[in-house]
T-cell receptor
């Protein structure tokens, strides 16, 4: 089955630690995205990538970093510089940056202790 | 800039009731419009979409019509089930030249609870 996988489903981190969230897709999509979701809020774009070895900041990139070394993988690192990292993180992909439909993974809930 | 406004929830309905979730948008030109659904603890799933004025998107008994004159894309279902309990997000994607999916704009979501 084609789709997007995110791991882990739940993640706990101590303050001051970096943590990396995994996102893998087997849809052969060129574009990938990371969103943050907070309770009662819509989704906010953190980073996006339209092709391997290329990525761009979204609306709330501060305190986050990404890499795109392979087409199918787009890991997100939440650094200690992110002041309020506790949230639900969603990865998505689309056929291209111009495509109007995105497909989402199941999400990772990050909690900072 | 672009924006999406949804009716605030939570919305609680009895099984087999009629559902309407209002969504209005602000955007230039003719954006594509979407409804996504998020079941508890899961990611978003595309429910339906419409790409031009007067188009009707439909899926799983849900419908929404793209109304350019009222800039609206209200979600409706004639008879809800307990399994429809979820958070529903309205979203738009601009369609002008050079626009991309990275400019997808979401509403804040409306939580629906259906009771037996």
């Amino acid at each position: 089955d084609g789709g997007i996988t995110q791991s882990p489903k739940y993640l706990f981190r101590k303050e001051g630690q970096n943590v990396t969230l995994s996102c893998e897709q087997n849809l052969n999509h060129d574009a990938m995205y990371w969103y943050r979701q907070d309770p009662g809020q819509g989704l906010r774009l953190i980073y996006y990538s339209q092709i391997v070895n290329d990525f761009q900041k979204g609306d709330i990139a501060e305190g986050y970093s990404v890499s795109r070394e392979k087409k199918e993988s787009f890991p997100l690192t939440v650094t200690s510089a992110q002041k309020n990292p506790t949230a639900f993180y969603l990865c998505a992909s689309s056929d291209s940056l111009a495509a109007d439909t995105q497909y989402f993974g199941p999400g990772t809930r990050l909690t900072v202790l | 800039g672009n924006s999406v406004t949804q009716m605030e929830g939570p919305v609680t309905l009895s099984e087999e009731a009629f559902l309407t979730i209002n969504c209005t948008y602000t955007a230039t030109g003719y954006p594509s419009l979407f409804w996504y659904v998020q079941y508890p603890g899961e990611g978003l799933q595309l429910l339906l979409k419409a790409t031009k004025a007067d188009d009707k998107g439909s899926n799983k008994g849900f419908e929404a019509t793209y109304r350019k004159e009222t800039t609206s894309f209200h979600l409706e279902k004639g008879s809800v089930q307990v399994s429809d309990s979820a958070v529903y997000f309205c979203a738009l994607s601009p369609s002008y030249s050079g626009a991309g999916s990275y400019q997808l704009t979401f509403g804040k979501g409306t939580k629906l609870s259906v009771i037996p």
